[in-house]
């Protein structure tokens, strides 16, 4: 199990000494998502819920996203508006990160509202098991009279907020913090908004308020991803989907974290959909349910602490 050492001072010896503790599992992986960074091009698994989560942890994940259009989708049924509540969206987090040995990823949108609403987000999903949270700068949500087009990759966002608002915002997420080993990311679709300029600008004020990494959305050009490494110096780049280079560049140009698409929800909702429409869908056996579901487990432990004989599976 993984341990922590403090030093502190033996007043007996008067001398210094350590102690060592075992570490909480929620704060081991966020280490190991700290240990990443910089070394390897982590590329999150999307999930949706607990089952899902054991599926990517036990396919070798190295960590796992939860992005805020699937969360919205799956505890509320609705699109991705700023619909679904922090405590839902906190909720779900728990449960998929219970006892997982993976650090869990969470797109936070704007942190639930202004800089002092951000605080209790990062302490809800600091006491959820999140490894790791973004924040963007966008006005969520939309505002009465918005006009032009949505923002895309945001929830439903028409503008951005000001670089100082934003500013402010992180520092107050960084300054929330129960546990410092918690990361907390600066998220803003500048790009598309005002261009690789207005991208950079923004990723410089971002860098400076004690962020662990920054992430834009968009494909900036080869060229254009040198000056937003650049501007983001020193810390880790966050990108999604396709890029103009190929993963093999990306971490020479310190883009640690690459987010792909939300595949195995979508799959799974098709699957779900055709079958209620009567469909043949293929389904899956029952060996790896029962493993995934870790049923040998349980039957155990009804073994062990209730004295039954024949155990159930708990299966239908």
């Keep these: 199990k993984a341990t922590v050492s403090v030093l502190y001072w033996n007043t007996t010896s008067k001398m210094k000494a350590t102690r060592t503790y075992l570490m909480h599992p929620h704060t081991r992986n966020r280490q190991m998502l700290r240990d990443m960074l910089g070394k390897e091009l982590i590329k999150p698994v999307s999930v949706f819920d607990p089952l899902s989560a054991r599926m990517a942890e036990e396919s070798g994940a190295k960590a796992i996203q939860l992005a805020g259009s699937v969360a919205a989708n799956v505890v509320a049924g609705v699109p991705d508006l700023m619909l679904a509540t922090l405590n839902e ?3 779900l987090c728990k449960r998929i990160s219970r006892g997982r040995g993976v650090p869990l990823i969470i797109d936070a949108d704007h942190g639930f509202g202004n800089a002092v609403s951000v605080q209790r987000c990062v302490e809800e999903m600091t006491d959820s098991g999140v490894s790791g949270i973004t924040i963007e700068d966008t006005h969520l ?3 009465y009279g ?3 087009e949505t923002i895309k990759g945001s929830a439903g966002g028409f503008e951005l907020t000001s670089v100082e608002e934003h500013v402010l915002k992180l520092q107050s997420a960084v300054a929330a ?4 080993s918690m990361l907390i990311i600066a998220r803003t679709s500048a790009y598309a ?3 690789v300029a207005e991208l950079c600008k923004r990723l410089a004020a971002y860098s400076t308020t004690g962020v662990d990494a920054v992430h834009f959305i ?4 080869p060229e254009e991803l040198e000056q937003i490494c650049t501007a983001a110096s020193p810390l880790p780049l966050m990108v999604s989907g396709a ?3 190929p993963d093999t560049d990306l971490l020479n140009r310190n883009v640690s974290i690459k987010l792909a698409g939300h595949t195995p929800f979508l799959a799974a909702q098709q699957a779900a959909y055709q079958a209620i429409l009567g469909n043949d869908v293929p389904t899956i056996s029952s060996p790896d349910l029962s493993r995934l579901l870790e049923v040998e487990k349980y039957k155990a432990l009804q073994r062990d602490y209730l004295r039954v004989q024949n155990p159930a599976a708990g299966m239908k």
Excluded at 177 to 180: G, I, L, N, R
Excluded at 218 to 221: L, R, Y
């Design 243 to 245: 890029q103009s280079v």
């Design 141 to 143: 949500p939309a505002r």
């Design 218 to 221: 968009g494909k900036p050009t």
């Design 89 to 91: 969206v906190a909720d």
């Design 193 to 195: 908004v005002g261009g």
């Design 146 to 148: 918005s006009e032009g």
């Design 177 to 180: 913090k129960p546990d410092p």
